[in-house]
């Protein structure tokens, strides 16, 4: 090779790999990240519990979703669940179940818009896997807390058969892990609060099913950040809530809070109010059996427009 034609390589080397490295970044996402063409993304029965694999009964599926209005009402992000026997039947073939959940978070508009705080459970039954979907306002650091939420409260219950009690407990530990954190809008660790995860925390929920519908009582132990006392000021004060009456799409739910300081026996206790429920576009009739109506349901009075961009956790049992 001549000295000029060697000059030349060298020159046009780092060209070439600029262009190549281009042509890789350039090229059109994958068939998994957007939903199969012809085929719509379900709509959901309300904001809170959309049940389409039809895994839980009329009781369960109520407590869940006065669960899930609790929070809301307590601290203003949104949270949903959404059961599916298979999402290739529901605009999701193809698709893996992190993008699909995405695409299912997007569409309908899960949290708020300005925060983007939303939160989605999404179940596929028959892959037995699960999903935490996340706003995106929610850090890096969320998606390996989302995952703990699985692997601690969510999965072991989904092994043992119980998915209305590992819903639950799921709930229940999003809001104690990544909501209560994310609202106080500090720095969080990967692992923080974790190491005082309950065990037994999914049967317990699970047994919750045999309270009577009427008055249908649901206590969780609400987030474990550390609390000040007003008495002494020690960060030992406790919180448990109790919905007393649920709420419904008719009428407003009550409740009760009580405080309890483990250094100065610190008590104290006030009501609040469980946000009235929305229903949209579809319901469950007396015999258990789901009707729908017509029509696309948007964002209004249940969603506000949040969107995710693909953060959260999957996990299978």
């Not at 970044?25 to 990240?33: G, I, N, Q, V, Y």
């Not at 309300?46 to 809301?72: C, K």
């Not at 807390?145 to 229940?172: D, H, M, W």
Request: proline share 5%; net charge neutral; aromatic share 6%.
């Amino acid at each position: 090779m001549s000295f000029r034609a060697l000059v030349l390589a060298v020159t046009l080397a780092p060209l070439a790999f600029s262009m190549g490295a281009y042509a890789q970044t350039s090229d059109p996402p994958p068939a998994e990240s957007q939903p199969a063409p012809g085929l719509a993304l379900p709509q959901p029965a309300s904001d809170t519990v959309t049940d389409l694999a039809d895994v839980l009964d009329p009781v369960a599926e109520a407590r869940i979703a006065g669960l899930l209005a609790a929070t809301r009402a307590e601290t203003g992000v949104q949270m949903v669940v959404v059961t599916l026997p298979d999402i290739a039947a529901h605009g999701g073939a193809g698709m893996r179940l992190d993008a699909y959940a995405k695409a299912l978070f997007n569409n309908w508009g899960i949290g708020d818009a300005e925060r983007n705080d939303g939160i989605l459970m999404l179940v596929a039954t028959e892959a037995r896997e699960v999903r935490i979907a996340l706003g995106s306002g929610y850090d890096a650091v969320y998606d390996g807390r989302a995952a703990r939420v699985l692997s601690t409260a969510v999965l072991p219950a989904f092994r043992e058969g119980q998915l209305a009690a590992g819903i639950e407990a799921g709930i229940a530990s999003s809001r104690d892990r990544l909501i209560a954190p994310f609202l106080e809008g500090r720095p969080v660790t990967l692992t923080e609060g974790f190491e005082q995860e309950e065990p037994g925390i999914a049967p317990w929920l699970g047994g919750a099913g045999a309270v009577g519908a009427g008055l249908l009582l649901m206590i969780w132990r609400s987030a474990r950040s550390k609390k000040l006392c007003p008495r002494c000021g020690e960060a030992t004060l406790n919180r448990t809530r109790e919905v007393i009456d649920p709420a419904t799409v008719m009428s407003s739910g009550s409740g009760i809070e009580h405080l309890s300081c483990s250094s100065c026996g610190y008590v104290d206790r006030k009501s609040f109010t469980v946000g009235r429920m929305q229903s949209i576009g579809s319901s469950r009739s007396r015999d258990g059996n789901r009707s729908s109506s017509s029509g696309r349901s948007g964002r209004s009075g249940g969603f506000g427009g949040g969107r995710s961009s693909g953060g959260g956790a999957s996990g299978k049992w």
